[in-house]
């Protein structure tokens, strides 16, 4: 392809745009040329420049993604996001070329844009629907100005800090610059529970927890008083 296809994402969690972009500079035949924060400014960008792809999250301020879908004339080709699958088949009915489930994994971002090079094929429902099992799930953070992959599996906990949050594996930590409310809304469909202001927990890895803190790979880690009741119930206690 001579000409690379002009994208934009549309994306209101900071991360998951980051992440998305990380993946499009990584595809020789995408070129992204502007990122939104809502729909009505996606509006402006559509209406103003020639757009070829929208990487569109459904759930966004304002106006949600298929509203804002259903108000283009002509619109360019779509890719949806989300952490949620009940909305595949309002988005198929629009036309869409995929769906992408949230936490993306490269691999099923490649499968996806890789549609967009064949116009004539209609979208898979069942494998939007299901998240492919096969592959491991992970993130591209960045890490002193690098893009590191970080398996979703060999995440222990995440601790915030003072100008920074500390993602912690059996290994290693990596600090990274992200808010410790980001990551949580990203990873919100996956296995992880905020017991703190300061700390998220991947829930396999506790190993004991008691009404005031839980143990994970040989570190006691507070449950804060605003986090109780939620993390009781998650992890099958009343509080």
């Known amino acids: 392809m001579n000409n690379p296809l002009r994208c934009i994402i549309v994306e209101d969690e900071p991360l998951a745009t980051e992440i998305l972009s990380e993946y499009i500079s990584q595809t020789p035949f995408l ?34 993604g298929l509203e804002f879908l259903k108000t283009l004339v002509n619109p360019p080709k779509v890719i949806l996001t989300s952490a949620y699958h009940e909305f595949a088949v309002q988005g198929f009915d629009l036309r869409v070329v995929d ?33 492919a099992q096969s592959v491991r799930p992970y993130y ?13 599996d060999e995440i222990l906990f995440i601790e915030s800090l003072k100008d920074s949050v500390s993602i912690v594996t059996k290994e290693k930590a990596y600090n990274t610059h992200y808010q410790l409310g980001e990551l949580e809304e990203l990873m919100r469909s996956d296995n992880f529970l905020r017991i ?12 004991s927890f ?10 006691t880690l507070p449950i804060g008083r605003s986090h109780k009741e939620t993390v009781m119930g998650r992890l099958g206690r009343g509080a």
């Open 196 to 207: 703190h202001r300061s700390f998220l927990v991947a829930i396999d890895k506790i190993e």
């Open 140 to 152: 591209f953070f960045t890490v002193n100005k690098r893009s590191v992959k970080i398996y979703l």
């Open 210 to 219: 008691s009404a005031a803190e839980v143990e994970v790979a040989e570190r």
């Open 99 to 131: 769906y992408l489930l949230k936490p993306i994994e490269f691999s099923r971002f490649t499968k996806a844009v890789y549609k967009l090079l064949q116009p004539n094929r209609l979208p898979d429902l069942q494998a939007a629907t299901k998240p």
């Open 31 to 64: 070129s992204l040329v502007h990122t939104c924060d809502d729909a009505i400014q996606a509006l402006e960008v559509v209406r103003a420049y020639p757009v070829d792809v929208i990487f569109l999250d459904i759930n966004l301020p304002k106006l949600n």
